[in-house]
Antibody
Framework: EVQLVESGGGLVKPGGSLTLSCAASGFTLNNVWINWVRQAPGKGLEWVGRIKSKSDGGTTDHAAPVKGRFTVSRDDSKNTLFLQMNSLKTEDAAVYYC?????WGQGTLVTVSS | QAVVTQEPSLTVSPGGTVTLTCASSTGAVTSAHYAYWFQQKPGQAPRTLIYETTNKHSWAPARFSGSLLGGKAALTLSGAQPEDEADYYCLLSYSGARVFGGGTKLTVL
């Protein structure tokens, strides 16, 4: 079955760090462009960042609010996408989704609170 | 950063037709923005309806279609059904970034 499964969410204090994972099955992750998208409680969708396919250079882009704090990366041997989040702020609290062109995971919840 | 604008809310009668639009603060939306449309129902993850302006995902009913209309990306629903009541988001691509619209809450009533 083709699917994406996120994990790694939880409660973290402001200023803390957390790494989210997105495991792909049924397809090879480095053949596609894949994004992280977040949704704060009761709010709309916000693009966080992406990594291009290996054939397109595998480069990353990040949204302005997270640039310098968050890093999108990929481990091809594990067919897994990561989102390293540092210097977390209360406004980073959200459900985080990984998504390809047509496939979404179920999301993982990040709570930032002291 | 570009701002992407959608109608905050729309209402359509069952069996009716409605068009949701997606505008860019940088000017006309073109095929180079690779517009996406997503549907999200309460408590669920979003799912892709339309990708790259006009391509429909395999799950999407035939009553949904994507296009460019008057300088905007558009999602047209022809023959609305009660199950189409949901939030709809568009996404546009820019150099080095992607930006979501604020979403349209569609009511079928």
């Amino acid at each position: 079955e083709v699917q994406l499964v996120e994990s790694g969410g939880g409660l973290v204090k402001p200023g803390g760090s957390l790494t989210l994972s997105c495991a792909a099955s049924g397809f090879t992750l480095n053949n596609v462009w894949i994004n992280w998208v977040r949704q704060a409680p009761g709010k709309g969708l916000e693009w966080v960042g992406r990594i291009k396919s290996k054939s397109d250079g595998g480069t990353t882009d990040h949204a302005a609010p997270v640039k310098g704090r968050f890093t999108v990366s990929r481990d091809d041997s594990k067919n897994t996408l990561f989102l390293q989040m540092n210097s977390l702020k209360t406004e980073d609290a959200a459900v985080y989704y990984c998504t390809t062109k047509t496939l979404w995971g179920q999301g993982t919840l990040v709570t930032v609170s002291s | 950063q570009a701002v992407v604008t959608q109608e905050p809310s729309l209402t359509v009668s069952p069996g009716g037709t409605v068009t949701l639009t997606c505008a860019s603060s940088t000017g006309a939306v073109t095929s180079a923005h690779y517009a996406y449309w997503f549907q999200q129902k309460p408590g669920q993850a979003p799912r892709t309806l339309i990708y790259e302006t006009t391509n429909k995902h395999s799950w999407a009913p035939a009553r949904f279609s994507g296009s460019l209309l008057g300088g905007k990306a558009a999602l047209t629903l022809s023959g609305a059904q009660p199950e189409d009541e949901a939030d709809y988001y568009c996404l546009l691509s820019y150099s080095g970034a992607r930006v979501f619209g604020g979403g349209t809450k569609l009511t079928v009533l």
